[in-house]
Every structure is written in structure tokens, then in C-alpha cells.
């Protein structure tokens, strides 16, 4: 069993629709990441978070610590919304946080 | 205030080549990290690094693989004698510490022959 676990892989939808997506770890964390990642392209981050709750324009993040699961919400989704969204988690180590471990990545299509 | 960059932005080596990819972080970023992405697979941790030294290598593979970050100049991972299986998009990323947030480089695709 993956560390972190997405659902859903595969995600289409029509514009304006509210997008939800999900992300289960099973290990202790630091902090938890979205990232968006476009198709041949680079790797964006779009949260880092601990605890609660994140807003940035149309896209809300939130985490729940007890049940080691976080979403991501995408309100009024438009095309230009179509990428990969994926989760990763932080541990911390002696020396500070490890690197990223990754989940599978969400693949979103937004449909005019 | 310029962003990660890594160069180059594709390279393509032939069998039993050697490729080198170069990271330099965000200025005022002292840490690296080092991630793979397989062709129809997720990203997967490599190499961390501060300057002059490896934090942990843990995901590195054993034989052919090496990175360091020298006290001037970018991050390198170096990758002896490539194989096909080498093929892949390596991203770097940098943070001001440990606790923030990683920033991501536009990653350098290696194509092995």
C-alpha cells in the first residue's frame, strides 16, 4: 500500500463545476503539499499546509490531522484548470524534513 | 527575483554516457532536493542537499548516481554510464529551510538511446 493515496486517478468534468480531490496518507507528517503539474510541463506548488484550512482565488485546500486525509477544492472550475494535481507529504527527519513523498497525481479535464 | 532553473532543459545521451544536470536554487535557498519522474509514473524523492553536504541520499540508486551541491555554483547529478532506463524528467527543488516550502525547478528531460 502507497504512503499517500489519491483518488480520484482520473477526474472529468464539465467548466464550472466544483472540483473535489482527494489525498490519504499513513505515515506521520510534517506538512502536506498540492502541487499542479501541466502535461509536458514544470511543477507548480499550491499549498503547503499542517493543520486547517487554505484559500488562494478558487482553490481551497484542507487537511484534517486526526484522520490523516486532505482535499483539495477547485470552485468554479475552468479549463485552463486541467492539469495533475498531487499530493505529497513532509516527515520531518533528524536533521529537518525529507523530501517529498508523492501520491499517484489526480488527472483533471475540464470541459468547455 | 529569479526562480529555480535547471539546465539543460533536455539532453539526450547514448548508452554508456555520462549526463549532468545542473540545479540553481532560488537565491537566498541553501537546500536542494532531487526528484524523478518515470514515464507514466509519479515523482519519487532522490537526493537532499545543503550546501557542501548530502542530508540524505536515501533515494538515490546505489551504482551510477551521485549529486552534490558545491559551496559556489548549481546543484549537479551526475548519472555514469546511462541506460535506457535512465530516461526521465529530473526536477529539482529548493527551499530557504527544512519547514518551508519547496519551489520546483521546470525539470530537465533525459533521453537515453
Known amino acids: 500500500k502507497n504512503e499517500v493515496e489519491q483518488s480520484p486517478q482520473n477526474l472529468t468534468a464539465q467548466e464550472g463545476e466544483f472540483i473535489t480531490i482527494n489525498c490519504s496518507y499513513s505515515?506521520?507528517?510534517?506538512?502536506l503539499h498540492w502541487l499542479q503539474q501541466h502535461p509536458g510541463g514544470g511543477i507548480v506548488s499550491l499549498f503547503m499546509?499542517?493543520?486547517g484550512k487554505k484559500k488562494h482565488g478558487r482553490l481551497i485546500a484542507t487537511i484534517n490531522i486526526q484522520e490523516k486525509h486532505s482535499s483539495l477544492h477547485i470552485t468554479a472550475s475552468h479549463p485552463r484548470d486541467s492539469a495533475v494535481y498531487i499530493c505529497?507529504?513532509?516527515?520531518?527527519?533528524?536533521?529537518?524534513?525529507?523530501?517529498?513523498?508523492f501520491g499517484k497525481g489526480t488527472h483533471l479535464i475540464i470541459q468547455p | 527575483n529569479a526562480g529555480v532553473m535547471q539546465n539543460p532543459r533536455h539532453l539526450v545521451r547514448r548508452r554508456g554516457q555520462e549526463a549532468r544536470l545542473r540545479c540553481s536554487p532560488m537565491?537566498?535557498?541553501?537546500?536542494v532536493y532531487w526528484y524523478r519522474q518515470l514515464p507514466e509514473e509519479g515523482l519519487k524523492f532522490m537526493v537532499y542537499?545543503?550546501?557542501?553536504?548530502?542530508?540524505?541520499e536515501s533515494g538515490m540508486p546505489k551504482e551510477r548516481f551521485s549529486a552534490e551541491f558545491p559551496k559556489e555554483g548549481p546543484s549537479i547529478l551526475r548519472i555514469q554510464q546511462v541506460v535506457r532506463g535512465d530516461s526521465a524528467a529530473y526536477f529539482c527543488?529548493?527551499?530557504?529551510?527544512?519547514?518551508?516550502?519547496?519551489?520546483f525547478g521546470p525539470g530537465t528531460r533525459l533521453t537515453v538511446l
Open positions: 537565491k537566498g535557498h541553501s537546500h
Open positions: 505515515v506521520g507528517i510534517s506538512a
Open positions: 505529497a507529504v513532509s516527515r520531518f527527519s533528524g536533521g529537518g524534513a525529507d523530501g517529498l513523498t
Open positions: 499546509l499542517s493543520s
Open positions: 527543488a529548493s527551499s530557504l529551510d527544512p519547514y518551508n516550502e519547496q519551489f
Open positions: 542537499l545543503q550546501k557542501e553536504n548530502i542530508i540524505d
